[in-house]
């Protein structure tokens, strides 16, 4: 991941470094850049949430992924019309 020095001066009261970040939707392209985004600013932890989980793709990524991050990133299939998966 390409780091640039001016990524954390634009982030708004010091979020970025350091903190942890859920994404919903986060299995979707939308998602995969702000993954990346989080990356830049040093964010510490991501877990991504979506409905249907992630494909095969999505893991092996993932996998790739989770190494830019201090605490490591995760995915959670969660979809609140199912009660089973807000409880």
């Known amino acids: 991941v390409k780091r640039s020095a001016s990524a954390n001066d634009n982030v ?3 979020a970025g470094r350091g903190a942890s970040y859920v994404l919903s939707g986060g299995f979707g392209a939308l998602a995969q850049g702000c993954v990346a985004w989080l990356a830049e600013v040093e964010a510490s932890r991501v ?3 979506g409905r249907k989980g992630g494909d095969e793709r999505h893991m092996r990524g993932m996998e790739h992924q989770a190494k830019w991050f201090a605490h490591g990133m995760m995915g959670v299939r969660a979809d609140t019309s199912v009660l089973g998966h807000v409880k």
């Open 47 to 49: 877990v991504l949430v």
């Open 12 to 14: 708004q009261g010091g």
